[in-house]
């Protein structure tokens, strides 16, 4: 989708989900749970390299730059992992240079203003420290950047229409409200959903009790995508997390890939993400449901490597 029709169609849905809940029913986002985020062969570039700045740039650059997801001008939120209070080196969270350099990017390009927050799971004074992140951003020195701690007062029931697991969700209103998203999970073992990756990170953006979520992981990150639309995911696989995620605590468990993906398919880049763990994409739940409910693409042969 063009830049102009998707902040048209968000900001759309947007207001008609308040102008609904002025008149006393809960807003809807049934719009936005319409397969239109898949493309017949979607564009995926994969990057290896130990100069993590430069990867990220490579990386980006195949896909035609920054500038072919952010125009001047718009709100860009970047949505890294930052949910544990773990070191770098521990693999839990995204690469503290991975957000750094997109935000960077993101500013070259024009943006008007890029967000980065996360939902933590552990304190999030501490996961932002120990996580690197804050010192990384704080390095930009921009008054455009902003490392934001969530606000609970921020998140709004919404119904989704053709759920699965769940017909409606509190969503983080800011997200639904920037024109872009850019989605960077770090890419590490999980217990439950057997990987973490874009459409899990996802979960960072959502209030309520995500734990309901795991009853069926599957469905229930399928209907959260199905709402949250990321114009990139971006997987930091500099170094994966390969048992015991997803907060880990053990540099024994983690693998040094030096790998970057990134494609405008969040199925697609979860989908190549899963061969660096010696898996493929069917064996992971959440990719084939995505995939069947026409959110992205999973067949690898279909993808175009740029």
């Not at 709004?156 to 969700?169: H, M, N, P, T």
């Not at 398919?265 to 959440?286: C, G, R």
Request: aromatic share 4%; proline share 4%; glycine share 6%.
């Amino acid at each position: 989708m063009s830049h102009i029709d998707r902040r048209t169609f968000i900001r759309r849905s947007i207001q008609t989900a308040v102008a609904t809940a002025a008149v006393g029913a809960l807003p809807s986002l049934d719009l936005l749970a319409l397969p239109v985020h898949a493309a017949v062969s979607p564009p995926l570039a994969v990057r290896k390299g130990s100069d993590i700045a430069l990867l990220v740039r490579q990386t980006i650059t195949a896909l035609g730059g920054m500038q072919a997801f952010v125009s001047p001008g718009e709100v860009v939120v970047v949505k890294p992992n930052i949910g544990w209070d773990r070191s770098v080196e521990l693999a839990a969270n995204t690469h503290p240079e991975v957000v750094k350099t997109l935000v960077l990017l993101c500013l070259e390009v024009g943006a008007k203003q890029v967000r980065i927050f996360d939902r933590t799971c552990n304190d999030e004074r501490r996961c932002y420290a120990q996580s690197g992140i804050r010192a990384a951003v704080e390095t930009i020195k921009s008054d455009r950047v902003s490392l934001e701690y969530m606000d609970r007062r921020a998140y709004q029931e919404l119904e989704i229409r053709g759920g699965r697991a769940f017909d409606r969700w509190e969503f983080y209103q800011p997200v639904l409200e920037a024109d872009r998203l850019i989605n960077v999970p770090v890419a590490k073992h999980h217990s439950i959903s057997r990987l973490t990756l874009g459409m899990k990170n996802l979960m960072g953006v959502i209030g309520g009790n995500r734990g309901r979520m795991h009853s069926n992981i599957a469905e229930a990150l399928t209907d959260v995508s199905s709402v949250i639309h990321c114009d990139l995911t971006v997987i930091d696989a500099t170094r994966i997390l390969v048992a015991n995620g997803p907060q880990g605590g053990r540099t024994e468990d983690v693998r040094n890939t030096q790998t970057l993906i990134a494609s405008p398919d969040i199925v697609a880049a979860d989908a190549y993400a899963t061969t660096l763990f010696d898996l493929k994409p069917e064996d992971v739940s959440t990719i084939v449901a995505a995939a069947k409910r026409g959110l992205g693409v999973m067949d690898l042969k279909q993808v175009r490597m740029v």
